[in-house]
């Protein structure tokens, strides 16, 4: 396949699986994408031919910038030392000791190639560590711990496995040089990248001096920075390209936390930026190994030396010595470190554990494992190259599997479960490493008062932006305004619906349904009520009853069979489409008819407010069990529907989308002003008002920037 369709399939198969996501919550997207890569695989027959130094200038080197940029600075720096030991240390004796035990329990595998594996297994991924530690309450030390270490780990983990698999291909190893090449390519890639990122800050600064300070140069200048940073490294100075662009991306964040102050918008640009790319390019990897898993399953099984069930085994193997590796160092570190000072955590052998299944091995595993060549330096095929392969890819699935499976079990609970690039949802966001404080954390407290989420306190603002418009509804300007708190309703019942429970969901719905129906037999009566009268066509009045059929269809089946959303939304689109084709292609004159829709329309919806109205009113029916919120957007969808109906066409386009945008503008003053009066009251922390007015300035730049292309046109 060319490569264009390729990164284009490839992209769209990244967007389809976090849309199966949402819907197959159990299962991390990670595994997803590799079962929609071996699908693509078995079913289109797709592969990709991949070469070693584009790959690690294309994957890794933004990766591990991103990282960097986001080092912890604060409690992270005062675990510096553990932190390092387990980035380097850790890695040395996950290396070393893990190669020796795989090559004594899988005698197949060459020494040199055990520890090569050992050593591109050892990185673990860093948002995976944080999201699964967080949700298991580690101690605190713990957490900043591996989630600190997983973002060092990655190039200590490559420089190993680089100088193990040399050793693997040329078959000599001589330590001294080793040890000396070692420190050689660390030391000179460390200052390459300190110091091309320090060059490269001084001439944005220059030219932000000199009047160039556009935004999208200054973004597109950051996301080339580590490719051109990587290649000099490697190419120029023979240097390690990992450990330069891992260390300018940590100097990058030091030097530019004046950046949020000085240039805001390119702060807020560059971050989204970044999430699209690492989106991207880790989604590209887990498909990526998909796809090459057949090839490495079907090299094993055609083996005569080795079967698939012989393989699984092996994949096993590696996992429990990786694993038990880091529970045992992890429960080191924490005896040491009780024996220092007790009043910190006990040693524990169950906190060890999660910490240990918490080291999922995600995107640079699998990236580093495709470097490896297919032969050696005399010709001969590189040794047990498939079995390598289908080690390393099963111990990426076996990591995400046991995590998303068994420490849920140990937890007692539910665990959100992310990697690198996962779209993050707005209450559930993870926190990567490096984020300078935890308002969250900061502010709890035991006499704290009650905190709104995210989501709680997104509702409150937006009933207090309806609130707003309420108030400066008037006869002229009914319509934009109930255009306008129609959208915000409906948002409402979005973030309400996503924010309960199927319990508390249940009760709320069947009493919308209850109500949706009371109104629609308001609506059928009105219509029939109209035809006896001679008020309107029966063929007008058959084309709106059947409307009200199909929505009470919709209703009876949303009670008894959920239908998915997106099922549900096309078919609403084919019945609109059909009954559009019936007007065109019927032989009366369809501005007539159109005109009595609109007539039935608006009669139709006043009696159904009307209805509302007596059924609330009688005495069997206990108006207090209603949720007030769907009944409220009940009545604002007919009075929408009111509107939009009336024959009245003397306000113009113009004057409509003033109106629109001037109560949108009061509306949005009554959310910044909610926003102020949540956070100073307690109710929400820093980060929450954060998200809170970030959402509110980005809906005033849209605002701002229609507005503009409105007086352009």
Not at 533 to 541: D, H, P, R, W
Not at 556 to 584: C, Y
Request: aromatic share 8%.
């Amino acid at each position: 396949m060319p490569i264009i369709e390729l990164v284009i399939l490839l992209a769209c198969l990244v967007l389809l699986s976090n849309v199966l996501s949402h819907y197959l919550v159990a299962i991390p997207v990670s595994l997803i994408q590799v079962g929609l890569g071996l699908g693509v695989a078995l079913l289109l027959n797709v592969q990709v031919k991949l070469q070693t130094d584009w790959f690690m200038l294309v994957f890794i080197a933004p990766m591990l910038y991103n990282d960097g940029r986001q080092f912890p600075k604060q409690e992270l720096w005062e675990l510096r030392g553990a932190i390092f030991a387990n980035a380097i240390v850790l890695v040395f004796i996950t290396t070393i000791l893990g190669g020796f035990l795989v090559h004594v329990l899988i005698p197949t595998i060459p020494l040199a190639v055990s520890i090569a594996l050992a050593a591109i297994l050892s990185p673990t991924d860093p948002v995976a560590v944080q999201s699964i530690s967080e949700g298991v309450k580690l101690p605190k030390e713990i957490l900043h711990l591996v989630s600190g270490e997983s973002l060092i780990n990655d190039a200590s983990g490559l420089i190993g496995f680089k100088y193990a698999l040399a050793a693997a291909v040329t078959g000599s190893f001589v330590l001294g040089k080793a040890v000396g090449d070692f420190f050689y390519i660390s030391l000179v890639g460390l200052a390459v990248g300190l110091a091309l990122i320090t060059v490269i800050q001084l001439i944005r600064d220059v030219l932000r001096r000199e009047g160039i300070n556009d935004t999208v140069f200054n973004v597109v200048l950051q996301i080339l920075t580590p490719f051109a940073i990587y290649f000099i490294a490697e190419e120029w100075f023979h240097a390690s390209g990992v450990v330069a662009v891992v260390a300018a991306g940590v100097l990058a964040h030091v030097q530019g936390t004046h950046e949020a102050e000085d240039a805001p918008e390119l702060r807020l640009v560059t971050e989204k930026v970044w999430n699209i790319i690492v989106y991207l390019l880790n989604g590209i990897i887990f498909l990526i190994l998909g796809i090459e898993l057949p090839v490495a399953t079907q090299a094993t099984i055609e083996g005569n030396h080795t079967n698939t069930l012989h393989a699984v085994f092996d994949v096993l193997i590696v996992w429990g010595i990786l694993l038990l590796i880091r529970v045992a160092w992890t429960y080191g570190y924490m005896l040491i470190t009780w024996l220092r000072n007790h009043e910190k955590s006990k040693p524990s052998l169950r906190i060890a554990t999660l910490s240990g299944l918490s080291g999922v091995r995600g995107a640079i595993t699998m990236a580093g494992v495709f470097t490896i060549p297919t032969v050696i330096a005399n010709g001969d095929a590189f040794p047990e190259r498939a079995l390598v392969l289908f080690i390393a890819a099963g111990v990426i699935v076996v990591s995400l599997v046991s995590a998303a499976g068994i420490l849920p079990l140990m937890a007692a609970k539910s665990l959100p479960f992310m990697t690198r690039g996962s779209s993050l949802d707005e209450d559930g966001a993870v926190v990567i490493p490096g984020a300078d404080v935890d308002d969250d954390h900061e502010e709890s407290g035991e006499a704290q008062t009650q905190q709104f989420t995210y989501k709680q306190a997104r509702i409150y603002v937006l009933q207090l932006a309806v609130q707003n418009i309420e108030e400066h509804r008037r006869p002229e300007n009914q319509r934009a305004a109930y255009d306008l708190i129609l959208d915000q309703q409906f948002q409402i019942r979005r973030l309400e619906v996503a924010s309960q429970t199927a319990d508390e969901l249940q009760p709320m719905l069947t009493d919308e349904m209850q109500l949706r129906l009371v109104a629609l037999a308001g609506e059928r009566q009105a219509v029939k009520e109209m035809v006896a009268a001679g008020e309107t066509s029966k063929l007008g009045a058959q084309a709106y009853l059947r409307r009200i059929d199909r929505r009470e269809q919709r209703l009876s089946q949303a009670a008894h069979k959920p239908v998915l959303p997106t099922l549900r939304s096309l078919r609403l689109m084919f019945a609109r489409g059909m009954q559009s084709l019936r007007v065109w292609l019927t032989p009366v004159d369809s501005d007539k008819l159109r005109a009595e829709q609109l007539a039935i329309q608006r009669v139709a919806s006043k009696a159904a407010i009307k209805s509302l109205s007596q059924y609330l009113k009688q005495t069997s029916v206990d108006a207090q069990q209603f949720d007030r919120q769907a009944l409220y957007h009940l009545i604002v969808h007919y009075r929408n529907r009111i509107e939009s109906a009336k024959a009245d066409h003397s306000l113009s386009r113009a004057d409509y989308e003033r109106q629109l945008q001037t109560l949108r503008i009061k509306s949005l003053g009554a959310e910044r002003a909610g926003v102020q009066h949540l956070l100073e009251s307690g109710q929400i922390s820093l980060r929450t008002a954060s998200k809170l007015r970030q959402f509110i300035n980005y809906s005033e730049n849209l605002l701002m920037l229609n507005d503009l292309e409105a007086d352009d046109d």
